[in-house]
């Protein structure tokens, strides 16, 4: 079994039935693009890239992630009475059944591509803590993290000021100037890391409704206000 070798993503499944750790373990030990760990202990090191588990654990999974594990995006499956509940948990992908292994395997692949993304038509990487583009890198709090994984995960989408403050978790009006603030150093951050981003690119604001990143390809940028 490849485990913890990094050549791809650490995908940790937690609370697995037998039955279905057998079938995932003889599927994930015949690709070369994903390393598998079944264990309930989010302790251990390297932290994993994602996060798989049953749609009725979201609860403990949660408790489980808020020990330095809360920025790792989780992939929930179960049936589709749970899927609200789970999104609501702060899920990123959920799995209706029935599902089958190929589908997960895609999931999988959709839920790591945000690590290297596009801005003004430049290609950056981020990680939690970590923002690198061609000119520098930097360090980016978690809530930074967050803010922009949403905007990377939606490209040249606009996503909503309150979408942010419910990925943030945080107990307070969506009219605070939270997100502003992280959002006025992201765009500093993503400048210094092209070595300047031009004016029709970055992170652009659209009033009374929340933020986009624009990726820098043609079609979206001819849309952008």
């Known amino acids: 079994m490849k485990t913890e070798t990094r050549s791809g993503p650490v995908v940790q499944f937690l609370f697995t039935e037998p039955e279905l750790e057998t079938r995932l373990r003889w599927y994930f030990d015949r690709v070369d693009d994903v390393n598998v760990r079944f264990r309930n202990d989010l302790q251990q090191l390297p932290i994993a890239d994602v996060l798989v588990f049953p749609a009725e654990k979201s609860t403990q999974v949660l408790e489980l992630a808020g020990h330095g594990c809360s920025h790792v995006p989780r992939i929930a499956y179960g049936p589709a009475s749970l899927l609200t509940a789970c999104f609501g948990a702060g899920c990123s992908d959920f799995l209706r059944e029935p599902w089958d292994i190929d589908e997960l395997h895609i999931r999988l692949s959709k839920s790591v591509t945000f690590r290297r993304f596009r801005v003004g038509g430049q290609v950056l990487e981020m ?28 490209p040249d989408q606009v996503v909503p000021r309150e979408v942010f403050f419910y990925a943030l978790r945080r107990d307070v009006s969506t009219d605070s100037r939270l997100v502003d603030v992280y959002i006025s150093r992201l765009r500093k951050k993503l400048d210094a890391a092209v070595g300047s981003l031009p004016d029709e690119a970055g992170i652009q604001s659209v009033r009374g409704v929340g933020y986009r990143l624009i990726s820098g390809n043609a079609a979206a940028a001819s849309g952008c206000e």
């Open 127 to 154: 990680a939690p803590g970590y923002l690198s583009g061609q000119k520098s890198s930097c360090g980016i709090s978690h809530g930074e993290y967050l803010v922009l994984r949403l905007l990377v995960g939606h």
